[in-house]
């Protein structure tokens, strides 16, 4: 949008990011849409399925980023993604969660309900207490603002790739052609 946005103030035309082997990101991020947004398919998968599917997927997704590594914002976003890597990698392939930030997302005596060291629903989250967490600074441990109309906790490096995705997008070299 913010892409968008700077060609239509210059009068130009946006131009799409020129990605290499487009077919490798679909492929990262196939497996994480069958383990956490399919409903009919995140319902059978064990969690050690699922774990193993996680650490692939982001593994995919840095040799995208990597291979694209040229593009403007692009090194961020791949600091973010070795960021995540570390973290699910040291907390048996999920993303750490603490019960106190978990309780600003879901009432608090549902995650009282969780036994710690399970995974918060069907999510790519695992809930563990902070001094339990490797990498905890790591973890998705930020909330959005309470005014922010979907609540959502993420992490050091969510920050970093969103940051290198707007950069990238908004930056792009735009067409000389007039609108």
């Known amino acids: 949008m913010v892409g968008s946005l700077n060609a239509y103030i210059k009068k130009q035309v946006f ?10 990101a679909v492929l990262a991020f196939a497996p994480q849409f ?6 009919a398919t995140r319902e059978w998968m064990p969690d050690l399925l699922v774990a193993m599917i996680l650490v692939t997927s982001q593994v995919l997704l840095l040799a995208f980023a990597y291979l694209n590594r040229k593009l403007v914002g692009m090194w961020v976003l791949i600091g973010g993604l070795v960021l995540n890597l ?19 997302l879901v009432p608090a005596a549902l995650v009282q309900s969780m036994p710690l060291e399970s ?15 490797h990498l905890e600074w790591l973890a998705d441990r930020l909330i959005a ?8 906790a993420y992490s050091v490096g969510d920050i970093l790739i969103a940051t290198g995705a ?3 997008l908004a930056h792009q070299p735009l067409k000389k052609e007039s609108l």
């Not at 131009?15 to 490798?24: G, M, R, S, V």
């Not at 069958?34 to 409903?39: D, E, H, R, S």
């Not at 570390?86 to 907390?91: G, K, L, T, W």
């Open 15 to 24: 131009q799409a990011p020129d990605f290499k082997i487009t077919w490798l």
């Open 34 to 39: 069958f383990a956490f947004y399919l409903p």
């Open 86 to 104: 570390a973290v699910i990698s040291v907390n048996g392939g999920f993303m750490p969660i603490s019960p106190e930030t978990a309780s600003h």
């Open 119 to 133: 995974r918060f629903g069907k999510s790519k989250d695992i809930l563990l207490l902070p001094e339990n967490t």
């Open 145 to 152: 603002p309470q005014w922010f109309p979907l609540q959502v």
């Open 166 to 168: 707007f950069w990238m």
